[in-house]
C-alpha cells in the first residue's frame, strides 16, 4: 500500500505558467481534498471531492480548478500561476465511515516567481 | 476569522515528562475535534479524535480532553519521548453530514522532547 502519493516534489513557475498536481491514492476511499499551507497559518482547503466524478469548492477555490475523473486520482490545476499561489500543496483522502481520520500525501512545495 | 486556535507556536518538554498541547475554538458547532502530527517534508498524520458528545479519549500516550464550556480542548502526552517531536495540529469538523464535513485546521504547535 503506497497510501496517498504526490507528484511532483517540488516545482518552481514562473508568473502566468500553467500546472498540473497529481494526487493518487491506493486504498480506495471516496473522499479526497487539497489543502495549502502557508507560514503561520493552518491547513487551508482548497477543492474536495465526494466521489468520482464529483468536485466542490473548499475555503480558498480561486485560482484553481480540479478534477476527479477516476476514483483514486484527484488534480489540482494552476491556469495562471501568481506568487500569492507559492506554498505547500497537501493532497488528502479519507472513507466515509471514519470522517476524523484523513491520510495525507507528503505535500509539493510550489514556487511562484 | 479563525475558528481554532493554537495560540503557543512553540513548547519545549524534557523527555519523560508530560506535554501539554492547547487548542481553543469559537464555533459551538464542531462535531469532532481532532489532532494531527507532522514530521518535516511529510504530511499530517491522524493522531487522536474525540467527539463533541465526549469530555476525554485515551489512546495509549495521548489523551484528549475537551472542556465544552470554555470552548478549549488540550493533548496531553505521557511520558514524552523524543520521536514526539513534531509539529501538532488541532483541527474541528463542522456540518451536517459526511459529504458536507468542512474540517477546519490550528496553526500549530511545535513541540521539543529534550533528551
Known amino acids: 500500500n503506497a497510501g496517498v502519493t504526490q507528484t511532483p516534489k517540488f516545482r518552481v513557475l514562473k508568473t502566468g505558467q500553467s500546472m498540473t498536481l497529481l494526487c493518487a491514492q491506493d486504498?480506495?476511499?471516496?473522499?479526497m481534498y487539497w489543502y495549502r499551507q502557508d507560514p503561520g497559518m493552518g491547513l487551508r482547503l482548497i477543492h474536495y471531492?465526494?466521489?468520482?466524478?464529483?468536485?466542490a469548492k473548499g475555503e480558498v477555490p480561486d485560482g484553481y480548478n480540479v478534477s476527479r475523473l477516476k476514483k483514486q486520482n484527484f488534480l489540482l490545476g494552476l491556469e495562471s500561476a501568481a506568487p500569492s499561489q507559492t506554498s505547500v500543496y497537501f493532497c488528502?483522502?479519507?472513507?466515509?465511515?471514519?470522517?476524523?481520520?484523513?491520510?495525507f500525501g507528503p505535500g509539493t512545495r510550489l514556487t511562484v516567481t | 476569522d479563525q475558528q481554532v486556535k493554537q495560540n503557543s507556536p512553540s513548547l519545549s518538554v524534557q523527555e519523560g515528562r508530560i506535554s501539554i498541547l492547547n487548542c481553543d475554538y469559537t464555533?459551538?458547532?464542531?462535531?469532532?475535534f481532532l489532532w494531527y502530527k507532522k514530521y518535516p517534508a511529510e504530511g499530517p498524520t491522524f493522531l487522536i479524535s474525540?467527539?463533541?458528545?465526549?469530555d476525554k479519549n485515551e489512546d495509549g500516550r495521548f489523551t484528549v480532553f475537551l472542556n465544552k464550556s470554555a470552548k478549549h480542548l488540550s493533548l496531553h502526552i505521557v511520558p514524552s519521548q523524543p520521536g514526539d517531536s513534531a509539529v501538532y495540529f488541532c483541527a474541528a469538523i463542522t456540518g451536517g453530514t459526511s459529504g458536507t464535513y468542512k474540517y477546519i485546521f490550528g496553526t500549530g504547535t511545535r513541540l521539543k522532547v529534550l533528551a
Open positions: 471531492s465526494v466521489g468520482e466524478g464529483t468536485t
Open positions: 464555533n459551538s458547532m464542531f462535531d469532532y
Open positions: 488528502a483522502s479519507r472513507e466515509d465511515s471514519r470522517p476524523y481520520e484523513q491520510y
Open positions: 474525540i467527539s463533541s458528545i465526549k
Open positions: 486504498m480506495n476511499h471516496e473522499y
